[in-house]
């Protein structure tokens, strides 16, 4: 299985590989419960706690300024695809629309379905995070976290959440869905932040 669906990095891609991770040529799908199927005419992004109040639409979040990115995309279960291609708008450009209170540490990643992640206010506020709804030139699936996700390069892939819907700003770091269940806090995969105590 291993052989034929995850490959040890090559030479030229040893440098882009955290340690313990193979690399795979498809993406796979990993999900925790149903898929939420949300539309763009209902979907909607709410902020809160310790920032104003505000919720967005889609077209909202449209008229941001768009976005090409290349990243490569680093899942805990210790597979990594290489260059993949995205569009949306950088975490940087939404953020100027948020009232932010500076007491404000960390927050609390919020999506349809119920899932939650944490990250800390320095993690997430990096110029090459985005929220991405096109993937390889077509509208992000629903089954890889459409009609809009949050991706997180530096981190491992289950801090860039699917089917986000929104973000609570926090003044301290409180846990998240795979974070209570024994994942690790931050999740970096060049120190294999897998695991809680690891």
Not at 172 to 197: K, S
Request: charged letters at 25%; aromatic letters at 16%; a neutral charge.
């Amino acid at each position: 299985m291993k052989g034929k669906y995850f490959q040890k990095p090559t030479e030229a891609e040893r440098d882009r590989i955290p340690p313990g991770q193979y690399v795979t040529k498809g993406f796979p799908v990993l999900t925790y419960g149903s898929t939420p199927e949300i539309g763009t005419d209902e979907w909607k992004f709410r902020v809160w706690g310790l920032a104003q109040e505000k919720t967005f639409t889609w077209s909202g979040f449209m008229s941001l300024p768009q976005h090409n990115f290349t990243a490569d995309f680093h899942c805990v279960t210790r597979w990594s695809k290489l260059d993949v291609k995205w569009t949306g708008a950088k975490v940087t450009d939404f953020m100027k629309l948020v009232d932010l209170d500076p007491k404000a540490t960390h927050l609390m990643e919020h999506c349809y379905g119920g899932y939650t992640t944490n990250i800390s206010l320095e993690d997430f506020l990096r110029e090459k995070n985005f929220f991405a709804h096109t993937l390889f030139g077509e509208p992000l699936p629903a089954e890889h976290g459409g009609p809009m996700r949050l991706v997180v390069p530096h981190l491992y892939a289950w801090k860039s959440a699917k089917w986000i819907n929104g973000l609570e700003f926090l003044d301290r770091d409180e846990l998240g869905f795979w974070e209570r269940n024994g994942y690790h806090r931050r999740g970096e995969p060049w120190a294999e932040e897998r695991y809680a105590g690891f």
